[in-house]
């Protein structure tokens, strides 16, 4: 018998990644950072990081010069906590997000 192997969801990869951000505090994530805690490639860690900034979840913050870092926003910070509402509510019926 064959083990089904288990893909995440598009919402799976963005609350890795918005959780991420968060787990770095006022500091922020720099993209190294979220592209190991998210395990992505590059090119889809960039993707997704301009669609949150994109759906205002995340913002951008330059620090000195090319380096750049990422934060959540008021909005991110609140789709995390309604997200883990859901996450925890399906969990209790054996339900996997």
Do not use: W
Not at 10 to 30: F, H, N, T, Y
Not at 45 to 57: A, D, M, R, V
Not at 58 to 75: M, N, P
């Amino acid at each position: 018998m064959k083990r089904r192997r288990s893909y995440r969801s598009k919402v799976r990869i963005l609350v890795d990644m918005m959780r991420a951000i968060q787990q770095e505090g006022d500091d922020g994530a720099g993209p190294t950072k979220i592209l190991y805690a998210a395990n992505l490639s590059h090119d889809r860690l960039t993707q997704y990081l301009e669609e949150l900034i994109e759906k205002g979840l995340v913002c951008a913050v330059e620090e000195g010069g090319s380096s750049r870092v990422f934060l959540l926003t008021d909005r991110g910070r609140e789709f995390l906590r309604e997200f883990t509402k859901v996450e925890k509510f399906s969990e209790a019926f054996g339900i996997e997000i």
